[in-house]
């Protein structure tokens, strides 16, 4: 495809929309998750801005993010088969776009033209892996658009973090445990609390510094420090247990 029609094609999917908004910001409605029986979540990488792939120490790398997504399902009689892809084959590589900055609406227009949808009884989740920045903010490195089944991630934010492979690879696989953290409801973002954990001045983020919602781990600094910390622990669950208590008690209704 060439570039001049793609862009051409971003334009027209962009314009005479509303701006969207991060999740962080926005109620999600967890309905559709929680009612589903499977969970797809698929990737989506530009030219350049492959996802890490290979083993976290003796962890495979992507079972970060499906021990952590089960977590949240644990002991209850309604949970989803959740499918992830965890080899750079089972991703869709796309040709790089060479922007610097995405807004959150070319984001958005790009998943139209990748974006695999719901399906009865399936909710998708597409994670797209992208060179550049955000346009908000470059030291952001990844986010959900509300209402959306869209996960954008920087790579070139966790590039210039300075850390060590291993340190990378656990803040990509963090951020996409945050985001979709905020996909899901959390904290106080459609999911109820059982407790007060929400840091009521950063949005859907909860107070635990120890826990993956926490709001500075959208960062580039706080999230390097958090994989830090995480691997020293040896921790596998990021989230904390207020936040693992709101899924797990959540009531359709």
């Known amino acids: 495809m060439k570039y ?16 969207q908004k991060k999740s962080s910001t ?3 409605s967890p309905l559709p998750i929680y009612a589903s029986s499977e969970i797809l979540v698929n990737v989506f990488y530009e ?5 890490y792939t290979d ?25 989803p088969t959740i499918k992830i892809p965890k080899r750079l084959d089972e991703m869709v590589k796309f040709d790089d776009y ?16 990748y974006s695999i949808s719901d399906q009865k009884d399936k909710k998708s989740f597409n994670l797209f892996f992208l060179n550049g920045h955000a346009q908000e903010d470059e030291k ?14 920087f790579k070139d934010v966790i590039k210039a973090s300075g850390s060590s492979e291993e340190v990378s690879k ?17 904290v106080n973002n459609g999911l109820a609390m059982v407790s007060d954990h929400q840091d009521p001045e950063h949005g859907g983020h909860c107070k635990n510094q120890n826990c993956v919602m926490y709001y500075a781990n959208e960062g580039a600094s706080s999230m390097k420090s958090f994989a830090l910390n995480s691997l020293a622990k040896g921790s596998v669950v990021m989230f904390g247990e207020q936040c693992l208590r709101d899924s797990r008690n959540y009531k359709k209704e």
């Open 170 to 186: 656990y803040m990509e696989q963090a951020t996409l445990i945050h985001e979709l953290g905020h996909a899901f409801g959390l």
């Open 98 to 113: 060479a922007r610097y900055k995405w807004t959150i609406e070319e984001v958005l227009a790009l998943s139209k033209v």
């Open 55 to 79: 083993n976290l120490l003796t962890l495979k790398l992507w079972d970060l993010l499906q021990i952590n997504l089960d977590s949240l399902f644990e002991g209850r009689s309604d949970k």
């Open 47 to 51: 030219n350049g801005a492959e996802p």
């Open 26 to 28: 926005e109620k999600q």
């Open 4 to 19: 001049g029609l793609i862009f051409f094609f971003l334009m027209i999917l962009s314009c005479g929309k509303d701006a």
């Open 140 to 153: 952001i490195i990844g986010y959900h658009i509300s209402e959306t089944n869209v996960i954008a991630i």
